[in-house]
């Protein structure tokens, strides 16, 4: 287990402002949940991340449970080389998958600016 490093603190914070459910009828965050849960980055720690080369994955524990909502936020990577997945469990940022949506592997994580959303 590790705290998240920089970059994923700020991709994170990103799709937590701008992603959209990925079901059109999903359950939507309010702007005050996205900023509860952004506030509570820094306790964010990485448990797992995905050794397949092809994707970025990564689980996340120890942010404190305030909300009572589960959704799945996405965007897109510019492009459309990728998919990215943002898993809220139970009020809580669990799951960050970045998947490739063609044949090239997703290497690196995602700079913000070219954020789809
Ligand atoms: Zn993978």
Redesign the pocket.
């Given at each position: 287990m590790r705290a998240i490093n920089s970059d994923e603190r700020q991709l994170l914070e990103s799709l937590l402002v701008s992603a959209q459910p990925l079901s059109k009828d999903g359950p939507n965050l309010t702007t005050q949940e996205r900023r509860a849960l952004i506030n509570s980055l820094h306790s964010l720690d990485v448990e797992t991340s995905?050794?397949?080369?092809?994707?970025?994955?990564l689980s996340f524990t120890g942010q404190r449970r305030a909300l009572d909502i589960t959704t799945v936020l996405s965007a897109e990577v510019e492009g459309g080389s990728a998919l990215i997945l943002l898993h809220i469990i139970d009020g809580a940022v669990r799951e960050l998958e970045i998947a490739p949506t063609g044949n090239l592997p997703v290497s690196a994580l995602p700079n913000p600016d070219v954020l789809i959303f």
């Open positions: 995905c050794t397949c080369h092809t994707c970025i994955s």
